[in-house]
């Protein structure tokens, strides 16, 4: 049996996935590690960590509005390119939007 961990029940889960193309016995291992993939939960980031990475790697944003002028998307962009890397749906400008928005993009980097 294998030691999964929060820390790598991803990797594991890729190779096992990949293994069992030729292996059903490991059926076990691969619902074992993405039940902790699935269940991990790590510890919310500082808000100056968002912030800094924010501003360490360029990005900006911006607030789309509907026909009525109510503000219901944050776009996070990479500066000097116009498609977004982001769009989210949000209930106008906040704080906890555009961090919502940031950490989305952490998030996918981590992947």
């Not at 991803?10 to 293994?19: G, I, M, N, W």
């Not at 691969?30 to 968002?50: D, G, N, W, Y």
């Not at 009525?68 to 990479?78: A, F, M, P, Q, R």
Request: net charge negative.
């Amino acid at each position: 049996m294998m030691n999964i961990t929060k820390d790598n029940a991803y990797e594991v889960a890729q190779e096992l996935e990949h293994q069992a193309k030729t292996s059903p016995a490991l059926a076990d291992e691969i619902a074992s590690a993405i039940q902790v993939v699935e269940h991990s939960e790590l510890p919310p980031r500082k808000t100056e960590e968002v912030f800094d990475y924010f501003a360490d790697q360029g990005l900006t944003h911006i607030w789309q509005a509907d026909i009525d002028g109510s503000i219901n998307t944050c776009e996070i962009h990479k500066e000097g390119f116009f498609d977004p890397i982001v769009s989210m749906s949000c209930d106008g400008i906040s704080i906890k939007s555009l961090r919502q928005a940031i950490e989305y993009v952490m998030d996918q980097e981590e992947l």
